[in-house]
Nanobody, 120 residues
Framework: QVQLVESGGGLVQPGGSLRLSCAASGFTFSSYAMKWYREAPGQERELVAGITPGGSTNYGDFVKGRFTISRDNAKTTVYLQMNSLKPEDPAVYYC??????????????WGQGTQVTVSS
């Protein structure tokens, strides 16, 4: 049974930091690209950050050096360190695991999301 369980969300003041974690199980974690998306009320879900099986990373333009994605294959966990949080960062943050193969095409899984709130 595939599971992606996010944690670490909460309330933080502007300029503060949070570290999100996503614990994965039920699939070959090391073979999947791991991503964080976010969705704010009334807005489309957008990519925050991604990390390939080999460790290459990419970020949404709005991140601008504030966030860092990392993965620990031994713990089958992906992290998102968020610093300098802004009032426009609040959203539900979702963990995603994605893999492309010739035979199956795109295969992905989603977590249930964790709420991030930025407020003074």
């Amino acid at each position: 049974q595939v599971q992606l369980v996010e944690s670490g969300g909460g309330l933080v003041q502007p300029g503060g930091s949070l570290r999100l974690s996503c614990a994965a199980s039920g699939f070959t974690f090391s073979s999947y690209a791991m991503k964080w998306y976010r969705e704010a009320p009334g807005q489309e879900r957008e990519l925050v950050a991604g990390i390939t099986p080999g460790g290459s990373t990419n970020y949404g333009d709005f991140v601008k050096g504030r966030f860092t994605i990392s993965r620990d294959n031994a713990k089958t966990t992906v992290y998102l360190q968020m610093n300098s949080l802004k009032p426009e960062d609040p959203a539900v943050y979702y963990c995603n695991a994605e893999r492309w193969t010739i035979v199956l095409g795109r295969n992905d899984y989603w977590g249930q999301g964790t709420q991030v709130t930025v407020s003074s």
